[in-house]
């Protein structure tokens, strides 16, 4: 018997269950900056803080709660100094790297 799975009936998938430790946490920012879309390394942040924990965060980067919650909400563009102060909140950092170009 084939039975329909109607979409708002799945549960809402949230990826801050899934950061456990550091290595994941690493792993998750690297893949979400390697996709180049700011507003998803934002939504990322944001992720990664509720799974440390907001008002720790908060703290730690010198922003109200409301303000985190503000700046790293999905489709956001924070300023790049919110940015820094909530990746050394998190105890993480950005890192550049070169393009690999394959010249045809």
Do not use: H, W
């Not at 799945?10 to 390697?34: G, K």
């Not at 008002?55 to 303000?67: F, V, Y």
């Not at 940015?83 to 950092?93: E, T, Y």
């Amino acid at each position: 018997m084939n039975e329909t799975i109607r979409v708002q009936d799945l549960p809402e998938f949230d990826m801050a269950e899934y950061l456990e430790d550091d290595s994941a946490i690493a792993e998750y920012l690297t893949m979400v900056m390697e996709d180049g879309d700011p507003a998803l390394l934002a939504a990322a942040l944001g992720d990664i803080a509720r799974a440390r924990g907001m008002a720790e965060i908060s703290s730690k980067a010198g922003l109200t709660r409301e303000a985190l919650y503000k700046a790293l909400r999905p489709g956001s563009y924070p300023r790049f100094d919110t940015i820094q102060k909530v990746c050394g909140a998190l105890g993480v950092r950005l890192k550049a790297e070169p393009i690999d170009r394959i010249e045809a």
